[in-house]
Each structure stands twice: as C-alpha cells, then as structure tokens.
C-alpha cells in the first residue's frame, strides 16, 4: 500500500478516491471538535495543520462537516460517517458526485419529503431542536427546524445614496436579489471586498437585524445609547437613518469597542462618543437619553442556521442564565431613558425566556410601555430569525 503523504495523522492514500479522503477528514475534524471555539475558528486551525489539501479540498471537507452539524440532535445514533452522507442529502440540492460515489441509489435532485420518504424516515423538529418547547410565539417549529439545512444568504444594505453605484457593478456580474430599498441579498460566502472598491457604501447586515431599524425613529439633535453595542451594526443604521443624532455606545468589551472604533472609521461616522461599561453593575453615572438601544447579550439561537454547530453543544440551563442577564441589564439601563423616550429591546434568540419574559419584566419592573413586540421571523427567507420591542417611558 502506498502513501503519497501523511499530516497529522489523516493520510492520503494512493487507492482511495479524493471522495474517501474527503470522508476520512471530515470524520477526524467532527470527533475531534468539542464545540469550545467557532466551527469556523477549529476549521481554520486544523487545516493550518495539515496544508497538503487544497483549497477544493478543504472547501469540501468543510461542507461535509456543515452538513453533519446541520441535522441538530435529529439522528445523532448513526455513525458519523453515515449522518455525514445523510445530511449531504439533505442539504444538497443537485446532483452530488461524492454521493453519487458512496450512495448512487439516491437522488439529491429530489424534494426533502421525497429524500425522507425514500430512506423511510420522518423528520422529527422536537428531536432535532430539543429546545422546541422554548421557543417564542408564531414560531413554525417544523418550518424552524428544517430551515438549519441550508445556508442562510448573506445581506449588504446600502448605505445612504450608494445603492445605484452597488447596483451597477452587481448588475450581470453576479447573482443578487434586491429586497426593499436598501438591502441586497448574495450567495454566503461571496467576497464582497472583491467586487466593491469601498468599504463605506455598504455594512453587512443580517435581513433581520437590518429590519430591527425600523423601529428607531430618532431625531435630529437627540441623545441615543446602543448600551450592548458590540461591533456597531446597529449604531451605523441608527446614524444612517439620522445623522444629526448624538450617539453614545457602549460595550463591556475593550477589545470590541477598538472594533467599533475602526468599522466606525471605515463608515465616516465620526459624531459619537463610546466607553467600556458592565452593565450589570448598579452604580451607573450616565444622563438620559431619548432613545436606548438594547441589543440584549443572548443565546444566539436565531442565528444558529449560520452556526449550527452551536445547537449540538448547547445547553438548555443557558437558557435561564441568559434571561437572567437580560433582565440585570434591563433594570440598570431603564432608568437612564428620558420621560417620552424609546427603549428598543432585541435579541437574536428565539426562546420565549430571552424575548417575550423579558418583555414582560421591562413592563412590570422597569415601569416602560410596550407599544409593538414580536418575532422578525427569517427563518422562511433565508435569514436570521429575531426578537424585538419597543418600549415607552411615561
């Protein structure tokens, strides 16, 4: 038996097909994976460690591994390498050569009833979501569930004026779909540095989150907090939507806020001030502000179509702890809202505890107003699923 060459003990064989080695990776990287660090943070690092494979290569490999992870908890009896080929199945959409190699007596052209119908089995939403009995109102559990099989899209939204110029260069180049004024969705993983020659005409924004804006209404002159800012998606939107507004944001993460610092730099959003705050703690020293944005720390649970990963290794005790932290959070940061002002609360999770719980406590223990809540569900477009409200203080 020959061995071209050998890395980290997955070696290429000489009488094996690309498509068993394929397998053979992708079985190594799923055992070895305990869900500490991003699927795509492990991937990177194993194949840093073995740079014999190519890019096709890894590409594949990659998908394979996506694939598994995308069943959830549904068949998690099987072999690995044999839930490895059924979510092939599943998420594939046109014929597929490795599937064609292991199993040529299925159709991956067919519809998934059509998929499941032929292996004689039945999709089960409460075995491959676990948390289903969680999940907020109007969510379609059978619909939700099914949705972790593809990938969703990747969203830009314009920024102020720039759509016709983003529009031009897409235009016969490359796949796209215009959605309402200002957001265009594309194929994940499509290098948008690579097609647009600057930065500042677009953020790369989930439809959803994207949608949350909607809500804003600031005014010209008015002191806004995104009090959980992170990177600063949200504050961009609230500056496009109103750029005369006085921005304060705010993170507990130094390292996050010198992120925000340099997106807000590459956008030319230069009206605002930003400071490392823990919002857990009660003894805050801030003014009011006629609008604070509550974008909570969550479970992330909306998002998990783009990570699928995360529900294989999570934890349904987080879920509580999550709520907990929302609710520390909403009580400290309620007092700072202006009479007549607008708290907007959002999550990306879609568990009742994180979304409509914790609307409830803003209107029972922070004395708001909740004017409109409710599921942004992206679950049927490609998108991530979120939560938002709006809540008033008198």
């Known amino acids: 038996m020959k061995i071209i060459k050998k890395e980290a003990s997955i070696p290429i064989f000489a009488h094996m097909t690309r498509w068993e080695n394929y397998i053979i990776a992708a079985e190594k990287i799923i055992t070895g994976y305990n869900g500490s660090l991003p699927l795509h943070h492990y991937l990177k690092t194993f194949f840093k460690a073995h740079p014999h494979m190519g890019s096709r290569d890894r590409r594949r490999i990659q998908q394979l591994v996506y694939h598994y992870f995308r069943l959830g908890h549904w068949q998690r009896a099987l072999p690995v390498k044999e839930r490895i080929l059924l979510g092939t ?41 676990p948390f289903a009995s969680h999940l907020s109102t109007g969510i379609d559990p059978e619909k939700f569930t099914r949705s972790f099989l593809q990938q969703p899209k990747l969203f830009l939204r314009a920024r102020p004026g720039k759509l016709p110029a983003i529009l031009r260069l897409l235009e016969g180049n490359y796949n796209y779909e215009q959605i309402g004024a200002n957001t265009i969705a594309l194929p994940n993983g499509t290098k948008t540095e690579l097609i647009f020659p600057d930065k500042s005409w677009y953020e790369i924004q989930d439809l959803s989150s994207q949608e949350t804006g909607l809500r804003f209404h600031p005014k010209a002159g008015e002191h806004w907090w995104d009090c959980c800012a992170a990177s600063g998606g949200k504050s961009i939107l609230l500056h496009d939507l109103q750029p005369a507004v006085n921005l304060f944001a705010s993170d507990v993460r130094a390292s996050i806020l010198e992120n925000l610092r340099k997106r807000f730099a590459e956008a030319g959003l230069k009206n605002y001030t930003s400071k490392v705050l823990d919002l857990t703690a009660p003894s805050l020293k801030l003014p009011q502000f006629s609008g604070i944005i509550l974008d909570a720390p969550c479970s992330g649970s909306g998002t998990w179509g ?62 708001l107003k909740i004017e409109e809540s409710g599921i942004i569900s992206g679950y049927e477009r490609n998108a991530d699923t979120m939560f938002v409200a709006v809540a008033k203080k008198s």
């Open 89 to 129: 199945l599943l998420c594939e959409q046109a014929p597929d050569e490795l599937l064609s190699f292991f199993k040529p007596e299925w159709d991956t052209g067919a519809s998934f009833d059509d998929k499941l119908a032929f292996l004689k089995l039945l999709w089960n939403a409460a075995e491959a979501f």
């Open 306 to 367: 783009r990570t699928p990963e995360s529900s294989t290794f999570f934890k349904e005790a987080q879920i509580g702890e999550y709520a907990a932290l929302q609710k520390k959070i909403a009580r400290n940061v309620a007092p700072f809202l202006a009479p007549g002002g607008t708290l907007i609360y959002i999550t990306c999770s879609v568990f009742k505890e994180e979304n409509e719980d914790a609307v409830a406590f803003l209107e029972k223990e922070c004395g």
